[in-house]
């Protein structure tokens, strides 16, 4: 966490509103930068073929549902998947696959693979 | 992701928020319009013989309850149905009904289906 | 859905917004007034014995859980009642008794019935 | 629900907001002094030992979890504990204990000691 | 809950508002400070290495899931680990590493220990 001046002076520009579906989200560009493919990258770093509308927020706006974004936006902050018990492994497999996160997609397929394993198990008894 | 001019144009008018029972959604008029006979659609597109009040913040209300549309919304956004365990397959069901959804309709009855069969059979075991 | 000019013209005291214990609720006096005994329709239709207190933004103020209105409202919207498996039907019964729905309390006791017996039946396995 | 001329007149401090740990409450006064004993009942009472900041929005401040406070609200409000199935019952007598209600500390320990000796049955089995 | 002069004149400084990943926190001062080695202590005491970007609301910023804050929080509060069943004790663990609170990786890591031995078990059986 060592600090220079220029990141400082740049502090202001650091955070960036998202409004998924109209829940707000707040996180740094640094996160959303983590994957230079990945649809997020692209939209604040004001690719010419994605339209960047803001809200009278200044938040960012998705037309995708917030409840499947944190374990989207926890990829990106720490690299791994976690996926609370209510929340359908497959509502975050599409978002994954939208926000075009390929290490992501992976990592939840091989998630939906393990849990479907298992059930079978217990199926079979 | 092609971008044309008219399309950015028309940007202001691409937002559409909702008021489902006093929960806040936003989402795209391409969205809203994917099922034509749904009534989402019929809202948006001024239907005569709907009323379309909106709220303060320009948001369409709808009288019905807001924890179970994110599946509707989404159904719309990506063609496929896709239910948190904790969310009741029947309270999903009727707001198909309501919004008037064929194909979801359709999916959610096959959802409730196969998931009294299999309650079924561990019952029986 | 058919619209006569009347309704239209009083579109603006159709939507009623409730603050249920700091939750805030949006529906519409027709869905309120469907049970004419119970204590919401009472509420909004003057009655001198109930006080009728208004929040900051005209939200009828309940002191009771927001968490269990949604089965209440949702009842008296379409006549079902839908009860998402985290919630505690106790707490819901609680609530019908006191906005005092006599349908709704019907219900909620034998679905309280039901799921004891089937307690039951795995305990004794 | 009998309402005399005192009760209207002083109807404007009836509600009383509360926020805790950043989340909003609304109940009544009535509520809160239930339980006289109860650090809820003191802070509302202006207890001269216990500060009683608010925020900007005329809130008592109380550094809990909001998660926890909504059976402790509702046992206030009357007289059972309803316990949602997701809700870990350890973290609602923690508040039950340091809002220092006695009843519900009793009630929430007899709640735990019935949920262990079930589960143990299970693992025996 | 003894209160000194020199307490009640700094009452204004004894809120902080917490933004971690776009939902709002409130607590004391006093609790952030309970483990001096945390981020959170740092944080508010202007650890210089620290950058503390403040939003509209004058919330200090996170670059983190709330949705995983409350067990933390609840911690420095109580010195409990308090997991409800639906939350991910992967989830917390991250945050509790990220926010630097030693002995609650301690707890989480045997909690999720204590976890695995369980299901190991079931599945053996």
Chains 1, 2, 3, 4, 5 share one sequence.
Request: hydrophobic share 40%.
């Amino acid at each position: 966490m060592e600090v220079d001046k220029e990141s400082v002076s740049t502090s202001i520009n650091k955070w960036i509103k998202l409004n998924v579906g109209g829940i707000l989200f707040m996180t740094s560009r640094e996160t959303l930068l983590k994957d230079p493919n990945s649809m997020l990258a692209r939209l604040i770093d004001g690719d010419s073929e994605l339209i960047s509308d803001k809200d009278e927020n200044g938040a960012y706006m998705i037309d995708r549902d917030g409840k499947y974004f944190p374990p989207i936006l926890n990829f990106l902050r720490h690299g791994k998947l976690i996926l609370d018990s209510g929340l359908a492994a497959e509502g975050v497999l599409e978002e994954a696959e939208f926000y075009n996160i390929t290490h992501l997609i992976t990592l939840v397929k091989e998630h939906i693979q393990r849990r479907d394993q298992q059930t079978s198990v217990i199926d079979n008894k």
